[in-house]
C-alpha cells in the first residue's frame, strides 16, 4: 500500500499508509480534516526511533531519502532559506 503525507496548515504534517488518496483523507480524520490538503505520496520512508529512559518512543531522525524529499515537497521554501544561509559564514552559535 502507498504511503501519503499530508502537510497541515500550521506546518506539521501526518503520515498514512493507505490502499488510495481517499482512504488517506478518510483515515487522517483522526487527525483533522484533510479534505483540500495535497496528499504527497512518498517511495522511500525511513523513520528511526528510540527508547528513552523514561519509557516514551522518541523519533530520532528520518532516512536521507526521506529527509530529501520532505524539504523539496513538502517544506520547500524552508529549504531554500537553508541553503541561502549555507556557505555564508552564518553561525548560530
Known amino acids: 500500500m502507498p504511503l501519503y503525507i499530508c502537510r497541515w496548515q500550521n506546518g506539521d504534517f ?3 499508509e493507505a490502499k488510495n488518496k481517499e482512504d488517506a483523507i ?14 504527497h505520496a512518498v517511495s522511500d520512508f525511513m523513520a528511526h526511533f528510540r527508547l528513552a529512559d523514561t519509557g516514551e518512543i ?8 526521506f529527509d530529501d524529499f520532505l524539504y523539496d515537497n513538502i517544506y520547500p521554501t524552508l529549504s531554500e532559506v537553508q541553503m541561502s ?8 552559535g
Do not use: R
Not at 28 to 34: I, R, V
Open 14 to 16: 501526518s503520515v498514512v
Open 26 to 39: 478518510e483515515m487522517l480524520d483522526e487527525a483533522a480534516n484533510a479534505e483540500g490538503f495535497p496528499l
Open 58 to 65: 522518541e523519533l530520532k531522525g528520518f532516512g536521507e531519502d
Open 85 to 92: 544561509f549555507e556557505g555564508d559564514g552564518w553561525d548560530d
